[in-house]
């Protein structure tokens, strides 16, 4: 039974010229040996590893009896190696396919690092200098050079002096801040949906028309989601517009749909755009129905996603406006009006959206779990366990 270990790809998926991994865990150095063997042809081992820790080995990971690929890889430790191979996706493909097969596991997320593993007391400090590259934001890279300058040190120090009902409130802060950490990893989906010319394309403009810092935006066919990075509140989000659904004769074209299943499952926020004017006996209900009937499989939500309500195009005059949005919509439901010739609109648009997704943010010097392994660790101080 191979020994479990996440591989975490470095470089994005694409046009790149080098593709890097990251293998950690238990098993990563086991692994790595039954693939590697070095530029000579002889085969690797845990030895020949510790003798070159951080000096770049070049070599070979034989994929099968015909395949071999040239990759460089430096041996952090036992628990961390990273391999540079070619960077095309063929490649990449039948590397990963191969680490699998050994027990890898792609994760989004790199294994936590650990002071002193035994007892679950995270690395701040290696942790922190680890992901400080990463961080494309003033505000990540700010909370996260505060792990250099003893925020956990602090909080847990202030955390031991607590009564547990203090303890608890500031457990769940620190189970909010993680959520702002996770945007290092992978940037929350914000998904815009709903009918054809609601103005779902000229919302994502305007959305990134504000508050830009990073845009970053990648087009596929016409057919495809377009998705746009933004920063929102000092902390990136991946915007997706469904651009390709249209309404044929009663039903929304299937192409498009399809591609929305599968973003519908990953986003944490909907906005469901309707045009405030248009006609309809209850749009949401109307709309819901056409995507439902349109999509080949069973459209399910992310269990955490949230979903705000846009009633487009509140510039036209009051007496265009379809009367069922006056009293027609749940009280619960979460609405907000907006124009893309009204900026005031778009501003608040982007506060309710920030407010949804990150109810708290980190105050200066505020420590903020960086990962799953850190959180972990606070729930169990704020639990009152010794550590
Ligand atoms: N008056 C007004 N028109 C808008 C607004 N937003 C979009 N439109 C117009 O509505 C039409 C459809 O917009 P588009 O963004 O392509 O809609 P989509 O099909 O939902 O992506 C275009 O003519 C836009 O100029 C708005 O806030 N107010
Ligand atoms: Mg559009």
Redesign the pocket.
């Known amino acids: 039974m191979p020994k479990p270990f996440s591989i975490l790809r470095l470089t994005a998926e694409g046009r790149g010229a080098i593709g890097s991994l990251l293998l950690s865990g238990e098993g990563a150095e086991e692994a790595f040996c039954a693939l590697f063997t070095f530029k000579n042809g002889r085969p690797c081992t845990p030895a020949d590893l510790a003798a070159r820790r951080n000096v770049p080995i070049f070599g070979h990971l034989v994929l099968s009896d015909k395949a071999c690929e040239e990759v460089l890889v430096h041996a952090v430790s036992p628990e961390e190696i990273e391999i540079h191979s070619h960077g095309g996706s063929a490649v990449r493909r039948a590397i990963l396919r191969k680490l699998e097969s050994l027990g890898g596991k792609e994760v989004i997320e790199p294994a936590p690092l650990w002071e002193d593993a035994a007892e679950g007391k995270p690395d701040f400090s290696r942790e922190a200098e680890r992901i400080l590259p990463y961080t494309r934001t003033e505000l990540q890279a700010r909370f996260v050079l505060t792990q250099f300058v003893g925020a956990p040190a602090r909080f847990f120090e202030q955390v031991s002096r607590l009564t547990p009902s203090e303890r608890a409130g500031r457990l769940r802060r620190a189970e909010q801040l993680a959520k702002v950490a996770r945007t290092l990893y992978t940037p929350p989906r914000v998904l815009i949906l709903?009918p054809?010319?609601?103005?779902?394309?000229?919302l994502l403009n305007a959305i990134l028309g504000f508050d830009r810092t990073l845009v970053d935006s990648a087009a596929g066919t016409t057919r495809d989601a377009v998705s746009a990075e933004t920063v929102i509140g000092g902390l990136p989000i991946c915007l997706s517009d469904t651009?390709g659904v249209r309404r044929g004769a009663g039903c929304l074209e299937q192409q498009g749909i399809e591609r929305i299943v599968p973003l519908l499952a990953d986003a944490l926020l909907r906005l469901t755009?309707f045009d405030i004017t248009a006609p309809g006996e209850n749009p949401p209900a109307e709309f819901a129905a056409e995507l439902q009937r349109a999509a080949a499989r069973p459209i399910v939500p992310n269990k955490d996603q949230s979903e705000l309500i846009l009633l487009?195009?509140c510039?036209?005059p009051a007496g265009a406006r379809n009367p069922f949005w006056k009293n027609g919509l749940p009280e619960t439901a979460a609405v907000i009006e907006?124009?893309?010739?009204e900026p005031e609109t778009i501003g608040r648009l982007q506060k309710r959206i920030q407010q949804t997704l990150f109810p708290v943010l980190p105050e200066p010097g505020e420590f903020v779990p960086l990962n799953a392994g850190q959180l972990e660790y606070c729930r169990a101080v704020c639990a009152g366990e010794s550590r």
């Open positions: 709903g054809v010319n609601a103005g779902k394309s000229s651009a755009v487009n195009k510039d036209l907006t124009s893309v010739f």
